[in-house]
């Protein structure tokens, strides 16, 4: 874990041209928790193309919001930084020059403009670049509709989604090897006579590498979020049912996170249904999963039911800026690059060359990743007075010239001049507590109205949602009734007939082994060995040891063991414990309320 010496110290670091505000205080990051003072220095980068225009737009903006939440108590002390074509000029053509990565993991929290990437060889893309050098593996995405913007849904405010992309692992890893390459035919070579791999020749080949630990520690800051957002779930997004030890990897130690480090606040979508019918319990965070191309369908068709999606790379990437197309376009999606430490908040656009200078360009994208900075830095006020006064300005028809063709009687400003009407309206007065009670009791009215749909048409509300379970973790019970191995057969018929089960799991013997007892074991063992039932016990007919299988096992392999086996059901395992149970009956009835696709 880094840190970054004592809180309250001003930096010190002694750099070539960045010049470190003297009157501002160093921001830390020291066992795992931001501490922010008053006064922080927060590194920028203007960015190039549009990058000054915005830039010079956007510091007015949040420096406005943080006086005004504040009055004088907070500033901000900026500190310029240097990528892309304006550091090239200052380092001797060195676009990414070592002392700002140094600046930038220094400073802990900055925010840049769009970068433009030196045509030709060699050259890294300098947003890939930073995420490489500063380890900054979770790509951060909130979308969500502002009022008045211009959006090809019906309902584009059922959109407010936080996404967690992985940055570091995938196929954005670049392990690739050309078609024809000695490496490749290497490759194919052993894929084809070692692991008896089938594919055409002549193909390119490219590995997919997906890790336990980068996967763990992606979804763990995607639910610490939603713990400390108040947000209902967390989904993860994956192609598991066909890539199953890459993506369907990512799923399982994703749902290993939330049981081993979340367990006290999380539950999964199988639990909501069947453990809690549908109500989602107080102070619980709802773990859920959904194939990728499903969730393409959900965010057009069921917005609402998603709060914060983990996702690997590609996915991400895809969802990322199709999801911002719902609201506006990724010409206001803001964007954020965060690791242990160090945070990099970002215009999520290009650099539109052809309107560099002409003070035009819609500022929204980075302004919202400022949105988003201040609220990582705590300073939630300053963020909400942006987000509340931002939809009455563009709603009032003072827009920049790409929301102005699609509004009817909109006025097209400037970059500056929408600035200035943002400025104005926060300095004009915001009722920001009667605005924030407003937006929280209609969001208790809309996870209400989901919950009273999940309550009577449980499935329904399953299938229309997307959920479609593919392990027998989706489907086991969890309720497990189980007995000593002491307890008499007459005794256990008892607890069977009393419950309308037709199995019980026998509690562990001497030698840690977990047992199993049926109703055909009892028929069979107790007529052909001619015992009594009232003296007979469970450790005379149960079988042992237990054939279990993991949580993760998926119903295609699951049904293909007891159909090997001839048995009906199967004991679903965690480590050395038993934690539910999984019948035919379970299978038939998932195939027949979800349906079969063959992969």
Not at 142 to 161: E, I, M
Not at 310 to 324: E, F, K, Q, V, W
Not at 417 to 428: K, V, Y
Request: charge should be negative; glycine fraction near 10%; hydrophobic fraction near 40%.
């Amino acid at each position: 874990m880094q840190n970054n010496t004592e809180p309250g110290l001003v930096m010190s670091a002694s750099y070539r041209h960045i010049k470190v505000p003297t009157s501002g205080e160093k921001i830390t990051y020291v066992d795992g928790k931001l501490s922010m003072p008053d006064q922080p220095i927060v590194g920028y980068v203007e960015g190039d193309g549009i990058g000054p225009d915005i830039t010079r737009a956007c510091l007015r903006i949040w420096d406005a919001a943080v006086e005004k939440a504040y009055g004088g108590k907070r500033k901000i002390h900026w500190c310029e930084v240097f990528l892309g074509e304006k550091a090239a000029g200052l380092y001797d053509g060195n676009y990414c020059p070592d002392e700002t990565i140094e600046a930038l993991r220094d400073l802990v929290v900055s925010i840049k403009g769009p970068l433009t990437t030196p045509v030709g060889g060699g050259f890294r893309s300098l947003n890939v670049a930073l995420r490489q050098d500063l380890d900054l593996y979770a790509c951060v995405r909130p979308v969500r509709h502002y009022a008045g913007v211009p959006s090809p849904l019906k309902n584009p405010g059922k959109v407010d989604v936080v996404i967690f992309r992985e940055n570091t692992e995938d196929v954005y890893t670049g392990i690739e090897f050309k078609s024809g390459s000695p490496e490749n035919e290497k490759l194919a070579k052993f894929l084809r006579e070692e692991l008896k791999a089938k594919f055409f020749e002549g193909a390119g080949l490219g590995v997919k590498p997906i890790s336990a630990f980068g996967t763990k520690r992606l979804v763990r800051k995607a639910i610490q979020y939603a713990i400390d957002n108040g947000r209902e779930s967390v989904t993860l997004v994956h192609k598991g049912n066909i890539m199953k030890f890459t993506e369907g990897a990512f799923r399982n130690w994703g749902y290993e996170v939330a049981r081993e480090e979340f367990g006290n606040v999380t539950i999964t979508e199988e639990q909501l249904y069947s453990e809690y019918k549908g109500k989602q319990p107080e102070g619980k965070i709802v773990i859920k999963d959904r194939i990728a191309d499903i969730m393409f369908q959900m965010m057009l068709l069921r917005p609402e039911e998603f709060d914060v999606l983990a996702t690997m790379n590609l996915n991400g990437d895809y969802l990322s800026d199709a999801i911002a197309a719902e609201v506006g376009g990724v010409g206001i999606a803001p964007g954020a690059n965060i690791g242990d430490g160090v945070a990099v908040f970002e215009a999520t656009h290009g650099t539109a060359p052809k309107y560099a200078g002409l003070n035009k360009v819609n500022p929204g994208s980075l302004l919202f990743s400022g949105v988003m900075m201040l609220e990582y830095m705590g300073w939630s006020e300053a963020a909400d007075l942006i987000t509340l006064v931002y939809p009455e300005v563009v709603s009032d028809g003072i827009v920049t010239y790409d929301f102005a063709r699609q509004i009817d009687g909109a006025k097209e400003v400037s970059t500056s001049a929408f600035a200035d009407a943002l400025i104005e309206r926060m300095q004009g007065g915001v009722d920001l507590n009667a605005k924030r009670k407003a937006q929280q009791e209609q969001l208790i009215k809309e996870r209400k109205q989901r919950e009273i749909r999940r309550l009577l048409q449980p499935t329904e509300e399953m299938i229309s949602t997307g959920r479609v379970p593919h392990t027998v973790g989706d489907l086991m019970t969890r309720a497990l009734i189980t007995v000593s191995e002491d307890e008499t057969i007459e005794t256990v018929m008892g607890v069977m007939a009393d419950n309308s089960v037709s199995s019980v799991v026998v509690d562990p013997n001497a030698a840690g082994q977990w047992g199993i007892l049926t109703r055909r074991d009892i028929v069979t063992k107790v007529v052909q060995g001619n015992k009594n039932p009232a003296t007979a016990k469970v450790k005379d007919l149960a079988s042992r040891p237990v054939v279990s299988v993991p949580a993760e096992t998926t119903i295609r392999d699951a049904a293909a063991m007891l159909s090997a086996k001839n048995f009906s059901r199967l004991p679903i395992s965690q480590g050395d414990r038993i934690i539910g149970i999984v019948t035919e009956t379970d299978l038939f009835n998932a195939i027949k309320k979800f349906g079969w696709t063959a992969e």
